[in-house]
């Protein structure tokens, strides 16, 4: 008997592949501008947010997602006046943001059943409503990534040389940095906020090492995506593992296993013996007694 003919795995399924789907094809400019923590850091701001959902009563989803925007949109506008490094304000984001969500959960009397679920994904409890929020937040971030990508790759490779060729390099900055709380807070149902970066990030470190062009590493990075969310919801079912911490094991298992292939691949390549160029039939080979 398929676990699928049960409405939730089937919610599960479908809300997980989306976004494995679409967190790659943000973390992939991510990874290019080596801010590959920075879901981290906003996961930690939305946990904020649910605590201060969960003390005022109202929707835990909705004040994660002002939250983490308001956080995205601060660590962008501090990275862009250079008043303090990048690394250091992830730190404040990750610290601040992890102690106050864990400080207004406690306020707001809470069981810790309802942090768990934000802290490492509750994809099982997806109701049709999360779903349709899942999917089209998703979507959203899947059309803009792809086709503003020659913009945001511009921006994300060499900032100055966007800044000359008239790109509005701030407002391309911003829409990244609200694209990705966006994706930070529809991917904590999936994996949860500790775990969110790994959805971003692993797919396209994997896709890295195979591909050459930025083309085709987001697109096999979103391959990659895809699969891991969808063996992992599958795996989840049948080992009765929890789904967010099953399809990030996939995604990280898929890239040492990619990885190693590579390398083989590329030691047999340079162990066989280049061939001998044979000579045109006008040439004349010289030579001879």
């Known amino acids: 008997m398929s676990l699928f003919q049960y409405e939730f795995m089937v919610r599960a399924l479908i809300g997980a592949m989306i976004i494995g789907l679409a967190a790659p094809t943000l973390g992939i400019y991510l990874v290019q501008r080596r801010l590959a923590l920075i879901g981290d850091g906003i996961g930690h701001v939305a946990l904020t947010g649910v605590g201060a959902g969960l003390l005022f009563q109202t929707s835990p989803v909705i004040m994660a997602v002002i939250a983490a925007t308001l956080g995205a949109i601060v660590i962008e506008l ?8 990048g690394d250091l304000a992830l730190a404040l984001l990750f610290y601040g943001g992890i102690a106050g969500g864990v400080v207004l ?25 999360d779903l349709v929020t899942i999917a089209v937040l998703g979507v959203a971030v899947l059309i803009t990534m792809i086709a503003l990508r020659p913009a945001l790759f511009a921006v994300c490779h060499d900032e100055e040389y966007a800044r000359v060729s008239g790109l509005p390099v701030r407002a391309l900055n911003l829409l990244l940095a609200v694209t990705t709380a ?28 195979v591909t050459r062009g930025f083309r085709s590493t987001m697109a096999a990075a979103m391959a990659l995506g895809l699969f891991a969310a969808g063996a992992g919801v599958w795996l989840a079912a049948v080992a009765d593992t929890a789904p967010g911490a099953s399809v990030v094991v996939l995604a990280i298992a898929s890239f040492v296993v990619v990885t190693l292939l590579a390398a083989v691949w590329r030691r047999i390549r340079r162990s066989r013996p280049e061939p001998t160029p ?6 004349v080979v010289l030579g001879g007694s």
């Not at 966006?182 to 959805?199: F, K, N």
């Open 278 to 283: 044979t000579p045109e039939p006008h040439e």
């Open 182 to 209: 966006i994706t930070v807070t529809i991917a904590m149902r999936a994996v949860g906020v500790l775990l969110i970066s790994a959805l971003m990030v692993v797919p396209v470190a994997t896709a890295q090492q």
């Open 105 to 129: 959960v406690g306020l707001s009397d809470s069981t810790s059943a309802n942090l768990n679920a934000y802290l490492f994904g509750a994809l099982t409890t997806t109701s049709r409503n």
């Open 78 to 85: 501090i990275r862009e006046r250079g008043r303090t490094s």
